[in-house]
């Protein structure tokens, strides 16, 4: 399987700032997703990031509060914009492969102060 | 809309003894299920995908089963190291891909 890593693994913020979070594959794939999950509670899906097209949101997200790059089939970015309290969460990316599963980076844990 | 249920939401075991987590699972057409192993502070592992009723999987103490409306994970005597929260996920035939999510279940394995 792929092995995904993710900058910065965890900071601290302040509301109103704003943090990009990257996510990084060894091999090329399509399809990345990136997911939130916020304390005790399980993983949500923002949106899904191809390249070369713009980003799926899912309901509940804009794009003006998170905003995607994927500028090649290794690379993404996720950034948390004008951020809340409420933004802090663990922010995961994945990619698919093979027959529809998906694999996880380690995640970036999001406090907003 | 597509929807994960799993239960219990916490189990506690002891060593060697077996059980079994349960994801419930309402979906219009099933691509497949997928589970989960999530350590604290780390991203979710991949354990298995089952596509159709009647599927199995094993990998080690844990074994996956697939029917029309839910999904058990046993899991035969456990260890210790096998304590983490264990997600379910579906992939619905017109999702374009997007996993959904149960909340999990949090076993812990007392030595």
């Known amino acids: 399987s792929a092995v995904i890593s993710q900058k910065p693994s965890r900071d601290i913020c302040q509301r109103g700032t704003s943090l990009t979070i990257q996510c990084q594959v060894d091999?090329?794939?399509?399809?990345m997703f990136w997911y939130r999950q916020q304390p005790g509670q399980s993983l949500t899906l923002i949106a899904t990031?191809?390249?070369?097209?713009?980003?799926?949101?899912e309901s509940g997200f804009v794009i003006d509060k998170f905003p995607i790059s994927r500028p090649n089939l290794t690379f993404s970015t996720l950034t948390v914009s004008n951020m809340s309290p409420e933004d802090s969460s663990i922010y995961l990316c994945?990619?698919?492969?093979?027959?529809?599963?998906?694999?996880f980076g380690p995640g970036t844990r999001l406090t907003v102060t | 809309e597509d929807q994960v249920t799993q239960s219990p939401e916490a189990l506690r075991l002891q060593e060697g003894e077996s059980s079994s987590l349960n994801c419930s699972y309402t979906?219009?057409?099933?691509?497949?299920l997928f589970w989960y192993r999530q350590d604290p502070g780390k991203g979710p592992e991949f354990l298995f995908t089952?596509?159709?009723a009647g599927e199995e999987k094993e990998k080690e103490r844990l074994k996956a089963t697939l029917t029309k409306k839910e999904s058990f994970l046993h899991i035969t005597a456990p260890k210790p190291e096998d304590s983490a929260t264990y997600l379910c996920?579906?992939?619905?035939?017109?999702?374009?891909?997007?996993?959904?999510f149960g909340s999990g279940t949090q076993l812990t394995v007392l030595p």
């Open positions: 990031a191809n390249q070369g097209s713009e980003a799926t949101y």
């Open positions: 994945s990619v698919e492969e093979g027959s529809g599963e998906q694999y």
């Open positions: 996920a579906i992939i619905s035939s017109g999702s374009a891909r997007q996993l959904t």
């Open positions: 979906v219009s057409g099933l691509r497949g």
């Open positions: 089952l596509y159709s």
């Open positions: 091999s090329q794939v399509t399809m």
